[in-house]
C-alpha cells in the first residue's frame, strides 16, 4: 500500500466508524491526524506478517506501537516455533509482547495463521492466549499463503471451522477476530452468530453500504440472514 492508499483507507475507515483503521507503524502520526475527533482507534501491526524477528525485537516494536499512539497492536505469532511445538518459547514472547502493550495502555491481538496450522496447534494456542489474558485472538494476516503439491499457492483466512474452534478453546475473556474471507454482510452477520466481535475486512465500503440498503441502523434491526456454512475464503 502507498501513502495514497493508506490515507484512503483511514477516511473509509473515519467515515464508517468502524473499530479500528489497521496500519503499518510508520503511519501512526498521520492516523492520528486524520482520526482526531473520531471513535476509531489506530491499530498498528508488528512482526507483520511472517513473525519471525526475535521476541525482543518484536517487543521493541510493540512498546514504540504503543507509545507513539497504537491502541490496538496485531502481531504474529512465530509460526515455525509453533508447528515445531516449542510452547514455551511460544508462550513466553506472547507474554512479553502483551506486557509491554498493556503498560502502555494498548490492548494486543494474537494472530495465529491457521492456514498453516492444525487444529491441535490452533486449540494449544487458544489456550496459552487465554492463560495470558489476551485481548484477542485472530485468525489470519493476509500474507498466509500455502503451497499445495501442485506447486500453486492457496490461502483461506478465517473459515467457520476454526472461528468455531477458537471460540470453544478460548477463555470466554478472549474476543476473536476475524480475517480474511468475509466480504457481504451475510458473511459478517453469519460468523458474529458464532461469538466472532471482530472482522478485519477490506470490503468496508461494500458491508457497510449493504447495510444501509437493508435497513440495518444504530438501533437494533432484525434481518434475514442467509444460511452459510463456509466462507469464501482469501482475501
Request: aromatic share 6%.
Amino acid at each position: 500500500m502507498t501513502d495514497s492508499d493508506i490515507l484512503a483507507g483511514l477516511e473509509i475507515a473515519k467515515k464508517y466508524n468502524v473499530a479500528t483503521a489497521c496500519i503499518k507503524p510508520y503511519s501512526i502520526p498521520v492516523a492520528k491526524k486524520i482520526l482526531a475527533g473520531s471513535d476509531v482507534l489506530i491499530c498498528p501491526v508488528i512482526g507483520f506478517p511472517h513473525g519471525n524477528s526475535t521476541t525482543e525485537i518484536k517487543v521493541i516494536k510493540a512498546e514504540a506501537a504503543a507509545k507513539a499512539g497504537g491502541q490496538e497492536i496485531d502481531m504474529v505469532i512465530n509460526i515455525g516455533k509453533a508447528l515445531g511445538g516449542d510452547w514455551d518459547y511460544v508462550s513466553k514472547e506472547i507474554q512479553l509482547i502483551n506486557e509491554a502493550v498493556i503498560k502502555h495502555n494498548a490492548i494486543l491481538k494474537v494472530i495465529f495463521e491457521n492456514d498453516y496450522l492444525q487444529d491441535e496447534h490452533i486449540i494449544k494456542l487458544c489456550h496459552i492466549c487465554s492463560l495470558l489474558s489476551v485481548a484477542f485472538v485472530k485468525t489470519s494476516t493476509g500474507y498466509g499463503f500455502v503451497k499445495n503439491a501442485d506447486g500453486l499457492y492457496s490461502y483461506k483466512g478465517a473459515t467457520i471451522p476454526h472461528l468455531k474452534l477458537m471460540r470453544e478453546h478460548c477463555a470466554s475473556g478472549v474476543q476473536i477476530k476475524a480475517a480474511g474471507g468475509v466480504r457481504t454482510l451475510d458473511d459478517l452477520l453469519v460468523i458474529r452468530s458464532l461469538g466472532v466481535t471482530r472482522v478485519g475486512a477490506t470490503a468496508t465500503v461494500a458491508i457497510m453500504e449493504e447495510a444501509k440498503a437493508r435497513g440495518i441502523t444504530d438501533t437494533p434491526t432484525e434481518v434475514i440472514v442467509k444460511s452459510a456454512d463456509h466462507l469464501q475464503g482469501g482475501y
